[in-house]
């Protein structure tokens, strides 16, 4: 499947560390470079802003998914042709899926950890089939995939669920990766159930 959208997941701050703006506007610059559009939560701030600027300054659109309570405020960026806004997380989340051919999560908060986490669990229970991946800058996700690691171990995700996971610290070989991911058949998710 050709990938014509793809996810970012971010902060709607910046962070203390310059490296995650630098790298966020890296990765929009790679993903319009290869002509896929970018799909990001509509905000107007944090690494938000930077990845929606990068890609329309770059000639791709940039799809925002905001909230109804934050859309209320003004906060998503004006430059946007199109903003869809959804009335509570559940359906925000549903929308990111069915816009998306694939998902990107750089450093965030809870926001960003919670949108991973469902991407994730609806690959594994075969609701999605489709292609996600960190961005670990300055390894901020490092302790975040020890846990996964762990888990592994303890039986808790299967190495098939865990191994379709794309981690770099590389914004090249990430959108690479993405790109070129062979995905398992869409009848296989009981093998990434560990079943």
């Known amino acids: 499947m050709k990938i014509k959208n793809i996810s970012v997941f971010c902060g709607a701050h910046e962070g203390k560390n ?4 630098q790298e966020a506007k890296n990765i929009a610059s790679l993903i319009a470079k290869e002509g896929i559009n970018v799909v990001f939560g509509g905000g107007n701030v944090g690494l938000m802003k930077v990845v929606s600027d990068t ?5 791709v ?4 998914i905001s909230l109804k309570s934050l859309y209320e405020l003004e906060l998503s960026n004006p430059r946007l042709k199109e903003v869809v806004v959804a009335d509570t997380l559940l359906e925000r989340k549903d929308f990111f899926m069915k816009r998306s ?3 990107i999560v750089l450093p965030g908060g809870v926001g ?3 949108e991973l986490a469902e991407i994730m669990a609806s690959n594994q229970l075969g609701i999605i089939n489709k292609p996600i991946g960190i961005l670990n800058t300055a390894g901020y996700y490092d302790n975040l995939i020890a ?3 762990k888990a592994v171990d303890e039986g808790f995700i299967s190495d098939a669920n865990y191994n379709e996971l794309i981690i770099s610290d590389s914004c090249e070989v990430l959108i690479e990766k993405i790109i070129n991911q062979t995905r398992p058949s869409d009848d296989d998710w009981t093998n990434r159930l560990g079943l």
Do not use: K, T, V
Not at 18 to 21: D, H, L
Not at 55 to 59: I, S, V
């Open 101 to 103: 051919d694939a998902f």
């Open 55 to 59: 890609a329309l300054d770059n000639g």
């Open 147 to 149: 846990w996964m690691q």
């Open 112 to 114: 960003s950890l919670d």
């Open 18 to 21: 310059p490296i995650y703006a």
């Open 61 to 64: 659109d940039a799809l925002g």
